[in-house]
Each structure stands twice: as C-alpha cells, then as structure tokens.
C-alpha cells in the first residue's frame, strides 16, 4: 500500500475508534479516573515522569546512533497513543477504564510533550527544538479530541441515532484497526532489522522495564495495573512522527518508531494475554460464588 493511502488508512481508523469510544461511553465514565486523585497521579507519574527517566538512563548506558536516541527520546515525550485503548482492551481492560486514561493523557501531552522534548534537547544538547504547545494541540485534539468530543455530543443530544450506530460504529473501528494491523506488520518486519542489534536491546528494556513500572504503579487492582501498565508502553507514534517532521527529521528517526511499534507490541503481548487470562480467572471465581 503506497504511504498516501496508508496515512489515509491510519487517519481514518483512529478517528473511527475515537468516535466509537465518544459514541458508547459517557463522560462521566470517560473522567471517572479523575475522581481518584491517588490513582490519577500513579497514572501520570508512571507515564510521563518514570518512563522518560528511562529512556533518559539508556541514552546514557547505551551507545545509541543520534537518530536512534531522538526516536526514542520522542517516544518518551509523547504519551496517550490514539490507539492505546484498544491495546488495553486486548489486555482485558475495560472501555471505559482504557478510554478514560487515554483522554486524560491526550490532555496532558499538550503541555508534557514540549517539555519533555525541550528536556531532552538541554541534556543531550541536540539543538533540534522546533515545536510549541499550540503545535501540539493541534494535532492532539484532531486526532483524539475533536472525533471522541463528535461522539459525546451525539449521545448527549441524540441518544436514539447513539444506541443506533454504537455497535456498528465498534464492528467498523474494530475491522479497520485489524486491516491495519494486517498492511503494517509485515513491511515493517524488514525495517525493524535495519536499525541494528543494539538499538533493538534498548527497545526491549525499554518496554519491559516500562511494563514493570506501570504495573507496579497501577496499585493492587488488577484492572489499573494492567491500564497504566499499557499506557506506559503505548507512546503515541504519530504525535512523536509529527515533531520529527517539524524537525525535518522525520527520515532519520522513522526506522525507530516503527521497530518500537513492533517490538513494543511482541514484547508486551506476553503481559496482555496473561492479564487478559487472569480477568478470565477472576470473574471465573465471581461467577461460582
């Protein structure tokens, strides 16, 4: 698939699934992580505090080539990824616990992003600092913002077409995340191998140890652990390829993001399925009692 038409493809799933999450869950549900004040700052300081010190700590131990470093350094920058609470559900996650946290993200990148980013431009003294907030804005509240606000306004002044078009709306997001799943993971194969061995062991710590972090943060329900856990892995590939750009480095760091992609999600699918397999265990045991 030529890259127009895959740009098309990816704008098209993430705005169909924001819709669907704005379609079928209220706003109340959406901001109910904002009612746990203890649970909302583990979330944060895991997401955008801990794991930018880790990626901090490997450009340090590891002799990483600069275009590597600034891919994962954008990375680290660029939490709440469009597509994180469909991996959360495939943890076992509910909506509305995935949703919520994703929400709460996107809003925070707007002022975390050019932060973190300015932060790795001071220690690493790239020189290469060319993004402001209202950049980021922008391109936050189009590619999340702006379709899960057209849903929740949709349920709130017209719940008869809402209840109408919720579940084909999730058939149809859900069908267009597997295409792309399907016409990405097989070219991105042979540019994951492109960036070297080294790079590739950074990426696995780097996903393992955020793994870890989120878990251990996500306090003793199974439900928060595993949601924090995913948004810690789930850095928002497209927001990090949009600085890039504003950077005219998008060529450069471009095998980065996607090997991080892919081995983020190969890495991460032994804890998915083991969340997703104690959920089933658990409502088990609710279920005989």
């Known amino acids: 698939m030529s890259h127009p038409l895959l740009l098309i493809l990816v704008k098209i799933t993430i705005f169909s699934l924001m819709l669907a999450i704005g379609v079928n869950l209220s706003f109340e549900k959406l901001l109910s992580l904002w009612r746990k004040p203890s649970s909302l700052f583990r979330a944060l300081l895991a997401v955008v505090v801990l794991v930018p010190l880790v990626v901090i700590l490997l450009l340090k131990l590891f002799h990483l080539p600069r275009e590597v470093a600034a891919g994962l350094a954008l990375l680290a920058a660029a939490p709440g990824a469009p597509l994180m609470t469909k991996r ?7 909506i509305f616990q995935a949703a ?6 996107a ?8 932060l973190t ?13 060319k993004v402001t907030v209202l950049e980021v804005s922008r391109q936050v509240v189009m590619v999340q913002l702006l379709p899960i606000a057209l849903g929740l306004a949709i349920q709130k002044f017209a719940s008869n077409v809402a209840l109408r078009i ?7 997001a859900n069908s267009l995340f597997l295409l792309l799943v399907i016409v990405i993971l097989v070219p991105a194969f042979r540019i994951t191998l492109q960036i070297g061995i080294l790079p590739i062991v950074a990426i696995i710590v780097m996903v393992v140890v955020s793994l870890g972090i989120g878990h251990l943060l996500g306090g003793p329900d199974l439900e928060k652990r595993s949601a924090v856990a995913i948004a810690c892995i789930a850095r928002n590939i497209g927001l990090a390829l949009f600085i890039a750009v504003l950077n005219d480095a998008e060529k450069l760091v471009l095998p980065t993001l996607v090997a991080y992609a892919i081995l983020g999600s190969i890495v991460a699918l032994p804890y998915s399925v083991w969340s997703k397999r104690k959920f089933a265990q658990l409502n088990s045991e609710i279920s005989r009692k």
């Open 107 to 114: 809003l925070v990148a707007v002022l975390v992003t050019p």
């Open 166 to 172: 919720g579940k084909p709306l999730n058939l149809i």
């Open 117 to 129: 980013w300015h932060i790795f431009n001071v220690l690493f003294a790239w020189e290469t600092e």
């Open 88 to 94: 959360s559900q495939m943890a076992g996650v509910s």
């Open 100 to 105: 919520g946290l994703q929400l709460t993200l």
